[in-house]
């Protein structure tokens, strides 16, 4: 694979998929990384290899970016191996994304319980305000006739 190639191929994984200035500074930016390695005396081979699959550069650019969700939870292996199989071992992390109903029923959970502190904030004070009222309505009256 050659530099045009590998940048094209990059654009086209990437292309509708991210917003037009992101897609420009993604690719200028591994244009500009390439010619600087080339400019300190490496191979364009080697940059190329050293960067890797475009395609696999350009799914982490989505991953990263927020505006393609993953569907999939994947495990990564103190090794670097990558499986999206959902079981989980020793020495392996597990990442979850919490993506479209999962993000949904969180955040419902999350107003539902703020709903409850507010109601149960709001009952209390209206159980009390007749309480509250009587003592202020004494205070008033000492301090107004009683002085």
């Not at 998929?17 to 992101?22: G, H, I, L, N, P």
């Not at 927020?66 to 199989?85: A, F």
Request: hydrophobic share 45%.
């Amino acid at each position: 694979m050659n530099r045009q190639t590998f940048i094209d191929t990059l654009r086209r994984a990437l292309y509708g998929r991210v917003s037009d200035y992101e897609l420009a500074d993604h690719i200028r930016y591994y244009e500009d990384y390439i010619q600087q390695e080339i400019m300190k005396g490496r191979s364009e081979q080697e940059v190329l290899g050293e960067l890797g699959d475009p395609r696999l550069i350009a799914r982490t650019i989505l991953e990263t970016s927020g505006l393609e969700t993953p569907n999939v939870e994947y495990t990564i292996d103190e090794d670097g191996r990558e499986d999206s199989g959902y079981t989980s071992s020793d020495g392996q992390i597990k990442v979850h994304a919490f993506t479209g109903w999962k993000a949904g029923l969180v955040m419902a959970l999350i107003a539902v319980v703020i709903i409850a502190i507010i109601v149960i904030v709001l009952g209390l004070f209206i159980y009390l305000l007749p309480v509250l009222l009587i003592f202020l309505a004494i205070s008033w009256f000492v301090k107004k006739f009683l002085r």
